[in-house]
């Protein structure tokens, strides 16, 4: 099957840096993916959708700038958050859509960031 | 604006007994609906979308338009079923655009 895969898995970093993460879609090419944000034992939370070749949309309440997304390739999407703080520590998931007609999403295996 | 609501966030059950996992959902229009699964320390993969009607790994879930639900059901459950569960809804024009619900944790017992 198609597979997504980011990179890095985990990632520490002092407060005020900035992180890159990065969604792949390995065998397969993705227009289109999908960002999420996952708190302990909760749901996954829409970020954001990225298209490839165009500026990214956002979800209500999420902030652009401070939530950088590329996606600069049909195999590749990225994350940066800017400015990291403590309360952007999270575990962030993203899926890419497939081009084949049944549309399935797949999903990469999360990436969990700590910001100290 | 949608929303998919799974009431239980811990279910238990005991290998052989049913299982069924609840899923409401809130939406305007015609959904689709899915279910998702998470082993542990694994990522989230598709189970099953009601479109396709199929059953897979026994499981099965049937859309209730009347009732609003998606409740994903398997009459004999086994230990590796044992998994995060996600009850997640597309709507609109946005494909692959999901909501997701809470999740549940199955838990099968031997």
């Known amino acids: 099957g198609a597979v997504v895969s980011q990179h890095p898995s985990w990632v520490i970093c002092k407060s005020g840096t900035s992180v890159k993460i990065e969604c792949r879609s390995l065998?397969?090419?993705?227009?289109?993916m999908f960002w999420y944000r996952q708190f302990p034992k909760q749901s996954l939370m829409l970020m954001a959708t990225s298209n490839e070749g165009s500026k990214a949309t956002y979800e209500q309440g999420v902030e652009k700038d401070k939530f950088l997304i590329n996606h600069a390739s049909l195999t590749l999407s990225t994350l940066t958050v800017t400015s990291a703080h403590p309360e952007d520590s999270s575990f962030y998931i993203c899926s890419a859509l497939g081009l084949a007609a049944t549309g399935e999403l797949f999903f990469g295996e999360g990436s969990r960031l700590t910001v100290l | 604006a949608q929303r998919v609501t799974q009431p239980e966030k811990l279910l238990s059950v005991f290998k052989g007994a049913p299982v069924e996992l609840k899923c409401n959902y809130s939406?305007?229009?015609?959904?689709?609906l899915f279910w998702y699964v998470q082993y542990s320390r694994q990522r989230l993969q598709l189970l099953l979308r009601?479109?396709s009607r199929e059953s897979i790994k026994g499981f099965t879930a049937d859309l209730n338009k009347g009732e609003t639900s998606f409740h994903l059901k398997k009459p004999f459950a086994q230990e590796e079923d044992s998994a995060m569960y996600y009850c997640a809804l597309a709507g609109g024009t946005s494909y692959g655009k999901l909501t997701f619900g809470q999740g549940t944790i199955l838990t099968v017992h031997p």
């Open positions: 939406y305007s229009g015609s959904p689709e």
């Open positions: 009601h479109i």
């Open positions: 065998d397969f090419q993705a227009t289109t």
